[in-house]
């Protein structure tokens, strides 16, 4: 195994003990990670292979993938796994996916069709996808949230245009209209769903309510579920609705009950299983399970939140999830919570009913740049190249070199915290717009307190400063959620900020609450994708004989083999002086103002435009 590889129980010890074993498959932004886990939860291989991203030499809103890329890697991560394992792959009874909320594209034969005009947008192409960070749909989203239609009621109030109907619309618009006419359209965990099952067109609930516009069932007819024919046609997607929604999903309502269901809970065993192809490419066994899919940030909900902080403690229950907020925490966060009744947030997604157990809603909150903003601050900053120096000489990452030179400089100055160095710098960080609760792609990032200092100290103040503006704006979206109805008490963060400690710490008092962290980071979320894997393998074939089944009972068989595979985290608890405390809450009152600041500004400017016209 690389240095990179977790192993909680050998590989000797499953070959001796027979016990079963399932794959979960985590597509991030920039790249894959499968994990071999067993059915207790034991890790014993994972593999990371990178991912391409394209990116536009004129235009900086254009992100595009390919989803051939994206299987290769995963082919290369699945098969890696098994080999380093040295185990039957029969012994593999469960496959799962997650993945990032894109927009993949092909024709109705499945041929990956372009979306980038730089290879001919509509033909033939490997750049078949638009990542959700592609944020060039601004126009059609504007149009959308113009309409006045219920669909916004489920996100917060205002459409995002890093989902999937604005980008959808966006190719109508560009693409030749012989060409759209051909394309049918998946949120990327299902497009991985149909390829595993070899062409298998069924959906999850949780790409389709999430991301696509697809209304849950409340139970009134004042308030019917599915598909909004009049916003379709509003927004002009009228072929959408004569053609029954085939390119985009199915016409039915949400059912996740039965074989013969067009869409599916999460975990819910897809069509036939694992086609003889797809078989073949990941060294796989014919006709395996494969669990309905959900995005990224929902298994990492799912890899995280049934932990408990030791072995000792009692199992926690699925009504306690409801007070636990998940955070995956990667190029950008995503900000989880579950309630068993719908709960309206302005400026957060959601509610969406059956996003991950049947009859349950989800809110989802979010910071389009995270990680990303973190590496921006760090690599355009003019003392970037002595960092990387330093850290070469140390043989040390760049954030330890500054965690350290911050440590240095708060003993210099006889302060008892990183936060007094950052005292008269304050950072507004949505350079990539607002997801939550604002809600406003036009946001932008913003410092004060700057000066002419261009070394490494600055640097290293900076990267606080950043860190810092990250956890304030996670206290706005909690309290914004615990505002309207929510009762988080908790913390959960995956992804690769879990690393980061003195982020964590940040979170923490901040946000004046736990911070749980997983066994291992790296394989939080995957371990969320092999947890469906072996759902779709044990519970999901049950559900499905009895045919319409118990929501209750199919909830909590998930939530029972979430608490099973799920080993105890690592607890950071909040430890600011009340010193710091009072430091803290003034700068969120300040970043609070600063959101009003930026939107005075802007009004004014756009009044003195519309003044000389």
């Known amino acids: 195994m690389s240095a990179n590889d977790v192993e909680q129980k050998s590989a000797d010890d499953v070959k001796n003990d027979g016990e079963d074993l399932f794959v979960g498959v985590d597509v991030g932004t920039g790249s894959v990670r499968a994990a071999l886990v067993t059915a207790s939860g034991s890790i014993l291989a994972s593999k990371t292979q990178d991912t391409k991203t394209f990116r536009s030499d004129t235009d900086h809103r254009i992100f595009e993938q390919s989803t051939m890329d994206i299987w290769n890697a995963i082919c290369t991560c699945i098969k890696g796994v098994i080999a380093s394992a040295a185990l039957d792959p029969a012994r593999v009874k469960g496959l799962g996916f997650d993945a990032t909320c894109s927009l993949a594209v092909t024709d109705l034969d499945g041929v990956p069709v372009s979306v980038s005009n730089a290879e001919h947008i509509g033909n033939p192409g490997q750049r078949n996808i638009i990542l959700w960070a592609d944020h060039r749909a601004e126009e059609e989203a504007r149009l959308i949230n113009n309409s006045g239609s219920v669909v916004l009621d489920y996100v917060g109030g205002v459409m995002s245009l890093e989902m999937e109907i604005p980008k959808i619309l966006w190719l109508k618009n560009n693409m030749p209209s012989t060409l759209f006419s051909r394309c049918q359209f998946f949120d990327l965990p299902d497009y991985l769903s149909y390829r595993a099952t070899g062409g298998c067109t069924t959906r999850s609930a949780c790409s389709l309510t999430c991301k696509c516009s697809y209304v849950p069932d409340r139970g009134d007819e004042n308030h019917p579920g599915g598909w909004q ?18 390119r985009v999903g199915p016409l039915r309502s949400l059912q996740g009950r039965n074989k013969q269901a067009e869409t599916l809970t999460a975990g819910l065993p897809v069509g036939d299983g694992l086609s003889e192809e797809a078989a073949k490419e990941l060294g796989l066994l014919k006709g395996i399970p494969v669990g309905s899919a959900v995005i990224d940030a929902y298994a990492g909900w799912i890899g995280t939140v049934a932990a408990r902080s030791s072995t000792d403690e009692l199992a926690p229950s699925l009504d306690e999830s409801r007070h636990r907020l998940a955070i995956c925490a990667g190029t950008s966060s995503c900000h989880l919570v579950q309630s068993p009744t719908p709960v309206f947030v302005p400026g957060v997604w959601g509610p969406y009913k059956d996003a991950v157990f049947p009859g349950w809603w989800m809110n989802e909150g979010g910071q389009s740049s995270t990680g990303q903003l973190i590496d921006f601050v760090i690599t355009t900053h003019p003392a970037y190249s002595q960092l990387c120096e330093l850290a070469k000489e140390r043989s040390t990452s760049v954030h330890i070199v500054l965690a350290d030179h911050l440590e240095k400089l708060r003993q210099e100055a006889g302060v008892e915290s990183f936060t007094e160095l950052t005292r008269d710098l304050n950072f507004y960080p949505d350079l990539h717009g607002n997801r939550s609760p604002i809600a406003d792609p036009r946001m932008r990032g913003s410092i004060t307190g700057l000066t002419l200092d261009r070394s490494l100290t600055d640097l290293a103040r900076k990267f606080h400063l950043t860190l810092e503006a990250l956890a304030l704006q996670t206290r706005h979206i909690v309290r914004s959620l615990n505002g309207r109805g929510h009762a988080i008490e908790a913390l959960y963060v995956s992804g690769g900020q879990a690393r980061n400690r003195a982020l964590m710490q940040l979170f923490a ?74 430091i803290l809450d003034a700068k969120y009152k300040i970043f609070l103002e600063s959101i009003e600041i930026q939107n005075r500004w802007r009004a004014e400017v756009e009044a003195a435009l519309d003044d000389g016209t």
């Open 229 to 246: 024919d009049s916003f379709f046609e509003h927004i002009g997607l009228g072929e959408f609705v004569r053609d029954g929604y085939k």
């Open 509 to 582: 008092d901040v946000c004046a609450m736990p911070v749980f962290l997983p066994a291992s980071v790296p394989d939080a979320v995957s371990r969320g994708a092999a947890m469906l894997a072996r759902f779709a393998a044990e519970a999901g074939p049950m559900a499905m004989r009895r045919g319409s089944g118990n929501a209750d009972e199919i909830g909590e068989a998930l939530w029972d083999i979430m608490v099973e595979m799920t080993p105890p985290a690592t607890v950071v608890k909040p430890v600011a002086s009340s010193r710091e405390k009072r």
